[in-house]
Every structure is written in structure tokens, then in C-alpha cells.
């Protein structure tokens, strides 16, 4: 007798496309801000489901796409906003190009769907085999792929309150991914067994929740976390410098931190261009209080390259990190040749900066370490470990106004909560417009500022030391954990064949 094996596919109702692009737009309920982290684990296994009793890879194909297509389409439809309300592009063009994105990312699903369907009659523990590994490599490539957008990895979901953020420390987001869409296919199958793999898997999550795999280093920093709230649309407008600057002069000023953080390119100035006179007075109110300011600010060369920055001033020497993993489109032009025509499009101010080195070392700041990152640089979580494990503190800086009032904002900061989670770090997360926030070393949001609001966040941070695996290993042991599933799968179906 062969292995069991998956029951004979039956005609699914008419309604199955449907159902396939109404499970992908539902996953969003299991990311920030609602958290709902069960969501994606149904919505996910429904998908199973339906490639479970599809006759055709076209079929399979076909589900994968719609369900990508409603993921993606629900997810990151705030695209649109940078490019028609803050990037000036036509509102037919933005939704077309916002449109040509989603279904771009919706092609990654749609081909898991087709490789699944050869295994299909393969047995059902290959099958549960393959398709969490073939979901999890589908977003290693995406997050690398024409620079990447790692942006909502299934793994993303779990964090902090999923047992399954347990394994973050150990396998990073994608091994997080990785044991959600196991559970899914096994919840899919609906088998005693495989369910009890799962749950196994959910208990032992739990459980490494309780390690500690770093520890705190020194005594708790005061942070002050500047947030100006300077609209998108006034930002880089003239008549709105002068107040910009009085702003965050007045705010730097008032905050008690030995650390100040401001936010990305707070200054819309080249830092050769700002008054000596009023970087003394940010660097003098840091020294006041024994420490430090970070500034964000874009930094020019005489031979015309220019930087998205970030500058400390006050008790240290001067130090400068520069953004290394830039946004296609919205801060280079990739392929100029090709795509320079779009820089006419888009009314985006500093959209071709140079690329930073991919190693720098930790800033040297009020007593800490810090491992600074740029607006999207947190979403790649294995560049970020490159200043580990020497930084004992994360910061991020951003300006997700370019997504207005949407859920972007929100799903950056379970991104940073994530990074946190793995590196074993306090979070700092400085931001223009939200969402700005101290997050602790299990992935907690401790403190946090309203959106849209004009503020100072102050609270304290801990410094940390030490490495988890995930820093040790970084995206190596989920990448591995899917090759022996695979390649297990594989010699399972070999030797089935070898019998028959």
C-alpha cells in the first residue's frame, strides 16, 4: 500500500474565485493595527483548502493569484496615496500603477499554487511538507527580488502576541512564516495527527517565549522621541522652513532625554546648508542633558551625490549614518535609462539619493550603542543583524506621511516589533507623523504618541547585549529548515515511485 493520499479532487463551486480573493483581502485583519493574528492562519489554510480539491494547476494557479491579488490589494493599497497625493501622479496612472503592483506580488502565490498541485497526488505528508516550504520561499525571493518588499510576510502577523513569536529569535520572520502555513496546511487537511505536530509547535512557541536570549547592559537610558507632524504636502515648501526649524529647535530643546531622536530628514535642508549657529544650540541642549541628538537630514557632496542622513551632535564627536537600502522610485530611479522618464511624474523632492555603505558601525551615543536604520530598512531584518551584535539599542527613523491617514504607519511599527523580537533589542522608532514608539526587547510596544500629533515621546530604554541565533544565523536556518522539507518531500515521492 501506498502513503494516504490526498481524496479525489471535486468540483468546487462557481464561487471559488471569489472566495480565493476574499481570503487574501481578509488576512490584513491579522496585522496592525488590529492584530486579529488567528486571520491569517484561516484565511491561509482556506487557500489550502481550495488547492486541496482543484483539478488543474491553471486552477491552483488561478486561486493563488486571486488570493494574492486580494492580499496585496487590501494591504498595501496605500501605495496609491504616495504616488497620486503626496507624488503628484495622475490619479488614472496611480491607480493603474498601484494596480500593476499588487498583481505583481500577487504572481508569487499564484506560482505556489501551481508547483503545490504537482505534489497534490504525491501523499498528504509530503504535501504538508511542501507547501509551508514553497510559502516561505516565495517570500525570501520577494524580499530580495528587484531589491525586495518584504512588506507583510505572513510572519509579520504573530508579533508580540502569538505563541509563535517565540521562534523569532531563532528563525527570524520567515521561520515565524514558515510554522504558520504548516499550521494551516495541517488545520487545511484537518488530520488528527498533523494537528497535533501543529499544535506541538504552538506549545513549544510558548514556551520559548520564556527565554531570555540576551541581557540588559548598563542602567535604563532617558529617551526623548521627537515627532513633528510636519504635513507632506508643506514639508519641502519654502515658506514652511522657518517654522520647521523653530519646531524641532524648540522641541529638541524642551526634551529631558539623554538621547534625542528626530525624525527622517526632520531638516529639509543639506546639512552643508544648515546655520552652524542652529546645530550648536540642538548639539548644546543635548549636552545639557549629558548626551546626544540624532538628526535626519540629507547630507550633499561636491560632485553632486547626495544622502538620506542621520547626524548625531552634542557630547560625542559627530558621527553620520547614511541609508543604504533605498525605495525603487521614491528615493533612486533603478535602470535610469529605462525609467528616468518617471522623476517628470513624480514630484518627489531628493528622488535619486546615493546608496550608503551596507556595513557601518554603530552610532556611539549617550553611553549606547546604537544600530541606526532608515524608514524602510527596518523590513530587512537580515541587514539590520550587519550592526549586531555590537549595538546594544535599535532606532529606526521614519516619515510614513507619504501614506497618509491609512494602515501603513501602523504596519511599519509590527514590522520594527518584529526586529526587535529577533535581535533581542529595544526598538526606537522616531517618526514625522506615527508612528512613533519605544518597543522592548520581547517585541512590546511599551510607550507610544497619537498619529498626527505634535509631540515628544519621553520614556526610557535598556540596553542590551548579547546574540540570538537569528543573529547568529540570520534568514540561513529558515532557509534551510524549507530546503530539508523539500528535499524530504522530494526523496518521499522517489521512493514511492522506486515501489510502484
Known amino acids: 500500500m501506498g502513503p494516504p493520499s490526498l481524496p479525489p479532487a471535486r468540483r468546487l463551486p462557481r464561487w471559488h474565485p471569489v472566495a480565493a480573493l476574499a481570503l ?10 488590529f492584530y486579529l493574528l488567528v486571520v491569517p ?18 486552477q491552483a494557479m488561478l486561486s493563488g ?44 502565490p499564484a506560482a505556489i499554487g501551481g508547483l503545490q498541485h504537482r505534489l497534490r497526488n504525491a501523499g498528504t505528508g509530503r504535501w504538508l511538507l511542501a507547501i509551508p516550504a514553497l510559502w516561505v520561499l516565495g517570500e525570501w525571493v520577494r524580499g530580495w527580488i528587484f531589491t525586495g518588499f518584504p512588506w507583510l510576510a505572513v510572519g509579520y502577523s504573530q ?13 527570524g520572520v520567515y521561520g515565524v512564516s514558515l510554522l504558520l502555513a504548516f499550521s494551516a496546511a495541517a488545520l487545511a487537511l484537518g488530520r488528527l495527527r498533523y494537528l497535533a505536530v501543529a499544535a506541538a509547535l504552538w506549545l513549544a512557541g510558548a514556551g520559548l517565549t520564556q ?9 535604563p537610558l532617558a529617551v526623548s522621541l521627537v515627532q513633528g507632524n510636519i504635513a507632506q504636502d508643506l514639508k519641502w515648501q519654502p515658506e514652511k522652513l522657518v517654522s520647521t526649524l523653530r519646531d524641532y529647535r524648540d522641541l529638541v530643546a524642551a526634551s529631558p532625554g539623554r538621547l534625542i531622536i528626530l525624525p527622517e530628514t526632520a ?16 548639539a548644546q541642549a543635548a549636552r545639557a542633558n549629558g548626551g546626544d541628538v540624532l538628526v535626519g537630514m540629507p547630507e550633499k557632496f561636491p560632485d553632486g551625490r547626495y544622502y538620506n542622513s542621520m547626524l548625531s551632535f552634542g557630547s560625542a564627536p559627530t558621527q553620520t549614518y547614511r541609508k543604504f537600502h533605498l525605495v525603487p522610485f521614491g528615493e533612486y530611479i533603478p535602470a535610469k535609462p529605462l525609467f528616468g522618464w518617471i522623476i517628470n511624474i513624480l514630484h518627489i523632492p531628493l528622488s535619486d539619493f546615493a546608496r550608503g555603505d551596507a556595513y557601518q558601525l554603530p552610532m556611539q551615543v549617550a553611553g549606547e550603542q546604537v544600530a541606526m536604520n532608515i524608514c524602510y530598512e527596518d523590513v530587512f531584518g537580515e541587514e539590520i543583524i550587519h550592526q549586531l551584535p555590537h549595538a546594544t539599542l535599535l532606532v529606526n527613523v521614519s516619515n510614513d506621511a507619504w501614506f497618509g491617514d491609512s ?11 518584529m526586529r526587535a523580537r529577533e535581535t533581542g533589542r529595544y526598538m526606537l522608532r522616531a517618526t514625522n507623523t506615527g508612528a512613533t514608539a519605544i518597543i522592548d526587547a520581547q517585541g512590546r510596544v511599551l510607550r507610544q504618541l ?39 518531500a522530494w526523496l518521499m515521492v522517489r521512493r514511492t515511485d522506486y515501489r510502484r
Open 450 to 488: 497619537p498619529l498626527f500629533t505634535r509631540a515628544t515621546l519621553n520614556g526610557t530604554a535598556q540596553g542590551y547585549q548579547g546574540m540570538t541565533p537569528f543573529v547568529r544565523w540570520g534568514n540561513r536556518a529558515a532557509l534551510l529548515l524549507c530546503g530539508l522539507m523539500l528535499a524530504t
Open 41 to 58: 492562519l484561516l484565511s491561509l489554510a482556506g487557500l489550502v483548502w481550495l488547492w486541496r480539491h482543484q483539478h488543474t494547476a491553471r
Open 24 to 33: 487574501g483581502a481578509v488576512s490584513v485583519f491579522g496585522f496592525a493595527p
Open 407 to 417: 494602515i501603513a504607519p501602523w504596519q511599519h511599527l509590527q514590522i520594527s516589533q
Open 211 to 219: 527565554i531570555h536570549w540576551t541581557q540588559p547592559v548598563g542602567t
Open 65 to 108: 493569484f486571486l488570493f494574492g491579488l486580494g492580499y496585496f490589494g487590501s494591504g498595501v493599497s496605500w501605495v496609491y496615496i504616495s504616488l497620486h497625493t503626496y507624488g503628484a501622479m495622475p490619479l488614472p496612472l496611480a491607480l493603474l500603477a498601484t494596480g500593476l503592483f499588487c498583481a505583481f506580488l500577487a504572481l508569487f
Open 159 to 171: 508579533v508580540p502576541y502569538s505563541p509563535l513569536a517565540g521562534f523569532a529569535p531563532l528563525l
Open 267 to 282: 531638516i529639509p535642508l543639506f546639512h552643508d546648508e544648515v546655520p552652524a549657529s542652529y546645530l550648536e544650540d540642538l
